[in-house]
């Protein structure tokens, strides 16, 4: 517009010199007349100038900084009185634009902080429901297994998943937020295995002492009855063979049944030490080895010359590693080509073993607490393991592999 109107003025001013040079000769009058004119018309191009073309830039130049989307310019008054209202309204607009993107930014900063921080997993979709970012806690706790179930998720709703062959439970949820007026899918990934044990403790911790404390003031009390000299029979010095003596062992068996349910609930803080992993099983390894020959059942060990140094308790780590070496034995079952290897390598432990394996149903129900497949069992030997490797830090896995149907588990210490 602003060229245009300077072509205007240019062909006006040409064709007035044009007048001025055809008429300077012949009419005299004429030529002042017609110069004023030209003066005057100059001053009326300047005056519409002001008032017209350079109010018009100056909103074309607001829309431009709109367009590029640059809130930190302000348009200058034109001088041109309803320009000037445009004007302060449009430097408003930007003024109250600047201040709701700074706080949205803040917002937005604060929000991905948060996100990134949070211990719960934050998953992200498009619109279609393919998976677009993560959290660092979602990246941690994504595996196949989860994935597919949150697919399988309808939106809005909630479930629990247990995995198997882990002590690992999350609370998965499928939810949505408004983007643009359709509805944004995401997913949120919640560890209650935490909070699961804790609640799972406090339970049974009351229960065990309760029965432990019932049980062991009879058992004591018996006991006492059965050792006095009152007891024994009239005109006869020893007392006869079984009768008390059988009661007494049969008292002391439930005793220690009971006893073993308490001390679940009180496992030592571990005192961690840098160790060496395969010089530790090495140390447990006669204990183990008497294990297995009882039950003819062939123990190998592979071990690296090289050192796996891991922080652990000693004496804890010997009893994670006998009960799930003792777990083994029993799955192995004495056959002629039962066997359990144990391997460290780069601060994972496996132990591997041939036994009849666990099925899909009590994979469901690992290091439950009082959970056991063996009829005589108690369900403490998985549950103690648990305790003590949390308690390391460690993450640990027991499966069957339906490949070559062996059974592993897995641990691994942390950095």
Do not use: W
Not at 75 to 89: F, H, K, N
Not at 189 to 195: A, C, F, M, V, Y
Request: charged share 20%; aromatic share 8%; net charge negative.
């Amino acid at each position: 517009m602003k060229y245009s109107f300077l072509l205007l003025s240019l062909g006006i001013l040409l064709l007035s010199a044009a007048a001025l040079f055809a008429t300077f000769h012949s009419h005299p009058l004429l030529f002042y007349v017609t110069e004023a004119f030209a003066v005057l018309l100059l001053l009326y191009l300047v005056y519409f100038y002001h008032k017209t073309i350079r109010p018009y830039d100056t909103l074309i130049s607001g829309m431009e900084l709109v367009r590029d989307l640059d809130l930190t310019t302000r348009l200058a008054p034109s001088g041109q009185y309803e320009t000037d209202i445009i004007v302060r309204t449009f430097n408003d607009l930007l003024n109250r634009l600047r201040s709701e993107h700074l706080t949205l930014e803040e917002q937005y900063t604060f929000l991905n902080l948060l996100i990134e921080a949070s211990p719960m997993g934050v998953v992200q979709c498009n619109l279609e429901g393919d998976i677009t970012s993560l959290n660092p806690a979602a990246r941690e706790m994504l595996t196949p297994t989860v994935e597919e179930a949150l697919h399988a998720l309808p939106l809005g709703s909630e479930t629990t998943l247990r995995l198997n062959g882990t002590p690992q439970i999350y609370r998965l949820s499928h939810l949505s937020f408004p983007d643009r007026g359709y509805q944004h899918p995401f997913y949120l990934i919640e560890s209650l295995t935490t909070e699961v044990r804790r609640a799972e403790k406090a339970a049974y911790e009351r229960v065990i002492r309760m029965i432990a404390h019932e049980v062991n003031n009879s058992v004591a009390g018996i006991v006492g009855l059965l050792e006095a000299p009152s007891n024994l029979p009239v005109g006869d010095e020893t007392p006869p063979a079984g009768g008390p003596r059988e009661a007494r062992a049969r008292l002391l068996a439930m005793s220690d049944f009971v006893t073993r349910f308490a001390s679940v609930v009180k496992i030592p803080e571990p005192h961690l030490q840098l160790c060496d992993l395969s010089e530790e099983v090495e140390a447990c390894r006669p204990i183990l080895e008497s294990l297995c020959h009882a039950a003819h059942v062939k123990l190998h060990c592979q071990l690296t010359d090289e050192a796996i140094p891991v922080r652990l308790d000693t004496a804890l780590f010997q009893q994670v590693l006998i009960n799930i070496v003792k777990n083994s034995v029993e799955s192995v079952g004495g056959g002629r080509d039962g066997f359990i290897a144990i391997t460290a390598s780069a601060r994972t432990l496996t132990i591997t073993d041939n036994g009849r394996g666990i099925s899909t149903e009590a994979a469901q129900h690992l290091f439950t607490p009082f959970f056991s497949t063996k009829p005589q069992g108690q369900g403490l030997g998985l549950l103690l393991v648990r305790d003590i490797l949390t308690a390391h830090h460690c993450t640990f896995t027991l499966h069957t592999d339906p490949a070559d149907h062996l059974t592993r588990f897995t641990i691994l210490f942390p950095d």
